[in-house]
């Protein structure tokens, strides 16, 4: 099981900025995906949660900015971050709860992460 990150980059104060994470390889299912990041010298946070329902949880420090969604049928999810403050800069990081047979307990796995910058 992989999981794929992209969309990071160099954005100005108050910018948009959307993140993909795709799940491959051979499993039963995915859970709960999310995202959570690290800035330097800090410890990973958590920022969003999504469950295959579409019920979410956001990390205060994004609450209201930040939407978590996902695409089931192609066991992806996207974190659309608005109106970027330079204290979201870190690295974020896809995290998935993966079913890699029916009935087996659920395996945790990490994306590559991906850079987000937030400067003038």
């Known amino acids: 099981v992989q999981l794929q990150a992209s969309g990071g980059g160099l954005v100005q104060p108050g910018e948009s900025l959307r993140l993909s994470c795709a799940t491959s390889g051979t499993f039963f299912g995915v859970h709960v995906m999310g995202w959570y990041r690290q800035a330097p010298g800090e410890q990973r946070e958590l920022v969003a949660t999504i469950t295959t329902g579409g019920s979410t949880n956001y990390g205060d420090a994004v609450q209201g900015r930040f939407a978590i969604s996902r695409d089931n049928a192609k066991n992806t999810v996207y974190l659309q971050m608005n109106s970027l403050k330079p204290e979201d800069t870190a690295v974020y990081y896809c995290?998935?709860?993966?079913?890699?047979?029916?009935?087996?307990?659920?395996?945790?796995?990490w994306g590559q992460g991906t850079l987000v910058t937030v400067s003038s």
């Open positions: 995290n998935a709860k993966v079913e890699l047979t029916r009935g087996t307990r659920e395996r945790d796995y």
